[in-house]
């Protein structure tokens, strides 16, 4: 079992956390045109290399950021959304 | 909120929702603290509020010990006090919160969501190897140390009490949850047979 | 005893077919460069070189040949999906399959045992009911059972737990089978070099020339090719081929992982799948017993392996078959799959004038080898996309007109 | 018969003898024996067919490595046989035999080997019909694939997992294992050591070693308490962040390390010559662990192929045991052996150098040694005891992310492992020389723990001692072929040629068109010789070629130790006996509990149509509890909804109720719910049971991102909730003790109260799925039994009866309430389901707002509508039935079932856009394929006026 280190919990077991997926920037909806938009919906941050991702610890219910590298899987860092997100 | 004359029933009462489920004992100990006294509140303006109580507030997942309470901080603004016996404290502190006027914090009915059990008994660390993946060696989790994690595959926080661990859990799940220690229970007799 | 066994009894020495050509020297230009050398690329060429005539191609793969998905998926093949146009597509691909081994001289053990697909909830029954009033609508042998139903059709699934995952029904799925993965690969390459493809393993691609809408030509690691058309097919890696020509496909990578047992003397004898479970079991001719199940819960570019996948996966197999409990694994592993928001493939044009699709495979790419294939080198030979893959454009994610299978899709692959 | 006297045998107790039978005949053993052992004391040497050829198999290796030693217990099929120890009365019987081990009627398939060579079966079976693999060919083979039997009517076996955490794990207690965990643990670490063996020692305990160093190191280890020993315990897989499953028997230790000590040895390898899988032709080590740890002698005359020092110490061995050593062949030159070559010249044995075994014969039916011919002579001997060199345990390496490389040199396997916290000690990391290898254990004891901070004096790095090549695989081709390089595949030096010559040139290929090292050793035995056939056929190096990846797990595992035992999750609602003493019919949702119905299954349909009937005209009662109850808090809070919802609830007003539905960012239907406003700063919603969880999560996680100042609490167990329906709640409501006015006016629809009931505190809400006059009354849980008591109390006289999920799904049916997630799918908009009253046009901002403008634009396909049955339809469609508009599937019934309040059945279902005016008809395509005509109605069947639920 991997470990993800919660900024609140300590180290866990990942199976106590829920992937709420890479940090997406949020458009303007009323600036966006519909195409923009769609592609927005259902675009993926999905490039080899680090992504920062939300995360949920779910015995606490705290949300939290981590860098983590999609090819080997190595969490850079955790850290919390208050926190300056670097490659965010 | 006061409950006039209604009784309250507890799942391991008769006629709760878990009655008939029996609570292991025998190398693994099951016991019952749901009906124990607790209160706590949780949201903004909570920690504010009990520290001006003059209860003071422990780091967060550390345990504060005060005028016969153990103060669980469960997050910055999630405080659960506990008591076990009357109570006395507890109570002060939450008739005194009814009374107050915001801001004031928010109940957090930890009281009537989770279920409050007690593992112990001689092969305790063995169940609770089986129970929970957390590193519960006595070295890595103290007295003071709350874990908020899985315990029998369901959410739960755990903390140690001098007879062993306790355990706070969704209170719907008693049923369950009472199933799954007797199960390692039995698997602890088992092995060691 | 078959007359090709006599032949090898009989021969002095062992008679060569030559599946496979070794990799000879790129050439500077192709018509049609293929990139990844996996099912789904090779049954294009075969197509492409067969069927169309076109013989100069060139399939690069940067691994070995079908090395990934194509060897690693659990190979089920069915189209008891959810969309009329899902279903259609897919019906077509169990059909290519049914005379796959006669098409290429190659037995790739098609084996139509039929799916077992077990629902736990009433939820579920609704949906099995929705895929199969549609599937019977589509011609396809698709029908809901109920509980007698399933024990008559695998008698040695265990009915009795009661609760919260009790066998209420399932899915009866005629048409489901399975087949050897590699064999399809190898037999659609087998076909397509003796037509003159070439197909070039360890050769990766590494980038594109763009000149206005065209892709001119292909940069790999063994030089630069120009190409007339170019077909992107290349499973796990779909999202970064795709992007280094520009385009940015709407997928995100899982691992999907899988596990096999020691080989046991035949006792399953269909595909059994559980939705709440999230485990489905095939024994396969060598006897093995294949276990797999749902994707890893976030984005990954890894074959890794983890135990806890497998001990979920044990928890489900022994769910349905309690007896399992004393039979060995061997072996697990794990694929990396390319998954789409509606968990169905993008196939056709991209905005690039040459350069086609066929992606977003996700878990579900294997049971489309042939019929992928075939659709995408009709699409390339006539320059146009064939109506039966027009609802599978990647413009569908601007115009809303998704193809939802999720529901057709969790459990079994 | 064979079995020697002690102190051979360390691990059998001649005191206890023990019966079993093999393939029905009787055998003893004794307490300790292995089966393989237990039988070849009893001169049974054959153990099994072999896969494709059904050839006589016996001992290889004697760790139970691979196939040829897999028998068949009655409930186990591939049973180790070389590992798992005997016990009373056991019966055991092989595997893969058509007939009986001894007389196998498919062994016949030896002799038509030259027909079926490697992939035959991709090139054949075909014809002469479409179907005929799936019809006449498949069958035969399924019936010859496969090894052992599974046992349909197994017993129940316990399993148990468990977790395990220390700071040194190390795994293999030879010697260099031994050596590094208690250089570890004498630091101060926390240090478990695990063993697949009994015992601890490795090669101390079978291996010509001076027994006084295992002592010396047995009670150095007795002496640490911080040392944890598991012997019998397999580690069978390394997963990220050093993860580790232990087995010890029937239980699963999950083991977290933070540093990981790998001594697992090295795996002796065969040679490769003609007839080299005879029983009677084994690997050194399972000569010596049939001798010293069994007492067993391995044979009567013996010839020694040895390429190192341990196949000279082996030699000895067999003559200490009494055997009888006609010649030992070296292939390498004279004079490398040293001090054991003189030693064994000395004992008379005849040592021939430069020279290897070529082939050998078998007795009758091959069912053992005979001969072997060396230099083109054949000489007589009952067994050839191999040692040739090892091949380091890859396997638990690999999977922590090492390289196998060759050394070609040395002719060497070698694994380098980056830096990190897996460490190699021993045999594995090339120091395979005792000494070496206990000075290894040391070394990445020191390098674990300066990892873990402990202070401690770097160890230098151990220089193998010796530099000749140690690995002397001898591979001699036979032109007639049963050079077997993988014995549980059978597969030939030939078949590994032709395979190449097909193009199947790359080590992954080359496995997957010949199934080498697919089986049950997966390539422990056969991956180097492989590596290095195909190296030579393709003119590359054995690098280049390199060896399959090596997945987890490690050796076979049961099914059983990874399911463990499981409970299954179930949650009750706090009147959950209360619905048992009303007889009530309990099912499952989800997780959850619920009545269905209150009576005897025998008359549920009449139960049901009573329960419809009492909230229709009376009153009824339904435990609502397993509806998510969520509590917004904060100054923030009306905003937050405002958000998350179509509906505007900044501006509700406290007091109000205001139902409310959420989108996702497609602008799907998600959830719907009401939202009670306690206090400005303060919402009470519901969601679906269903749901709950989920949106929760996303409260959670959409305010991780806003940072308003809100608190969401999810109450959905601490908080019960009852409803009371029909004519008469009122009546009820008003009949108990309450400081809240259930008059129409005080408390009209769409509002909350929050007060007293019966002593209990409540949130009651105005709110109807059934259409009838409706109070929920929420509480918290420990006092729901109380409230329920007393509501029945107070209903008695008015005919309450409590109701079920049944019911109430055909009361919220006749309303046309849509239930999300069977009316809904992840596609259905609010205006395709009619909604459009519940999106606010106003507020600037929800979650799905922009999407759902964009889709109006797109175009709207379909509309959620009623769907009318008359009475005496004589078809009647079920769920999810297509909806037809020129013959092509536009929409689905979604909902459907008879309403005995209107005396028909009827339906939701989604139809063509064009079709949603009511009276349209349209095509329903029934289960059975007849296609019906249905009028379209509102939706709202019963009451559409919904005057009932205002009164």
Known sequence: ?88 | MAAGTATRIYPFMPGGAADGIKLVSGAVVLSDLTASPRFGLKGCGSAAWLAAQGIPLPAVNRIGKHHGMQVLRLGNEDILLLAEGVGETLAEVKTAWHAATAPKGYSSWREEGWAWLRLSGPRLAEAMNGLCALDLRPEKFGPDDIAQTRVGHIEAVTFRSPAGFDILFDITASAYFARSVAAVATHIDQHNA | MPLRLLKYGLSRDYPVSGDIPATPALKPAYDVVIIGGGGHGLSCAHHLAKYHGIKSVAVLEKGYLAGGNTARNTTTIRSNYITPEGIAFYKEGVELFERLSQELDFNVMFSQRGQLTLAHTEATMRSFHMRAEMGKHMGTRTEVVDQKGVEELCPLINMDYGGALEILGGLWHADGGTARHDAVAWGYAAQASRRGVEIHQRTEVQGFEVVGDRVQAVKTNRGRVACGQVLIATGGMNYDVALMAGVELPIRCYPLQAMVTQPLKPWLHTLVSSVSLHTYLVQSSRGEVVIGGGSDPYQLYSTRSTLDMKVHLAEGAVHLFPFLQGVRLLRQWAGITDMTPDYSPIMGASPLANLWLDCGWGTWGFKATPVAGKRMAQTIADGRVPDILKPFALERFETFRLLNEMGATAASH | MNRLPAPFGSRIDRSRPIRFSFEGKPFEGYAGDSMASALAASGQWVLSRSFKYHRPRGILSMTGADANALVQLPSDPNVAAERTPISEGLRVSAQNVNGSLEHDRDAVMDRFGRFLPVGFYYRTFMGPRRDSWLKFWEPIIRRKAGLGLVDTKAPHRHFDKTHLHCDVLVVGAGPAGLSAAIAAAEAGADVVLCDENPEIGGALTYGRYDPAILSGLSSKLEALPNLKVLTGTVCNGWYEDNWLPLIQGDRLHRTRAREVILATGAIEQPAVFRNNDLPGIMLGGAAQRLIRHYGVRPGQSAVVLAANDDGYRTALDLLDAGLSVVELVDPRPAGVAGSLEAELRGKGVAIRNGATVEAAEGTAGNRHLARVRVGGSWTACDLLAVSIGSAPAWQLPCQAGGKVGYDAGMQTMTITLPQGSVHLAGAVAGADDLEDAIASGRRAAANALSRLGHAVAVESPVTPKTIRPRYVQPIVADPKGRDFVDFDEDLQVKDLQNATKEGYREIELVKRFTTVGMGPSQGRHSALATARIVAEATGRTVGEIGITTARPPVGPETLGVLAGHHEVLERRTALHARHVALNAAMKPVGAWWRPYYYGDASSAGEAVREEILAVREGVGLLDVSTLGKLEIRGPDAGEFLDRLYTMAHANQPVGRVRYCLMLNEMGSVVDDGVAYRMAQDQFYVTATTGAVARVYADMLFWNAEWRLKVDVLNLTGAFSGLNVTGPKARQVLGALESDIDFSRDAFPYLSGRDGMVAGVPVRVMRIGFTGELSYELHCPSSLAPSLWDAVMAAGRPHGLRPYGLEASRILRLEKGHILIGQDTDAITTPDELGFGWAVSKKKPFFVGKRSIEMRARLGQTRKLVGLNFPAGTRNIPGESCLVLRGGAPVGQTTSVGYSPSLGRHIALAYVHVDDQAEGSRVTVKCRNGELIEAPVVAHAFFDPTNARQEI
């Open chain 1, 1 to 88: 079992m991997k470990l993800l280190t919660c900024p609140m919990n300590g180290p866990r077991n990942i199976d106590e956390f829920q992937s709420f997926g890479p940090v997406r920037a949020r458009p303007d909806p009323n600036a966006t045109a519909d195409p923009e938009w769609s592609r927005h919906l259902f675009r993926a941050e999905n490039r080899q290399g680090v992504v920062v991702e939300w995360w949920r610890h779910v015995p606490s219910n705290y949300f939290f950021l981590a860098e983590r590298d999609l090819v080997s899987n190595e969490i850079i860092r955790t850290f919390d959304a208050s926190e300056p997100r670097g490659r965010a």
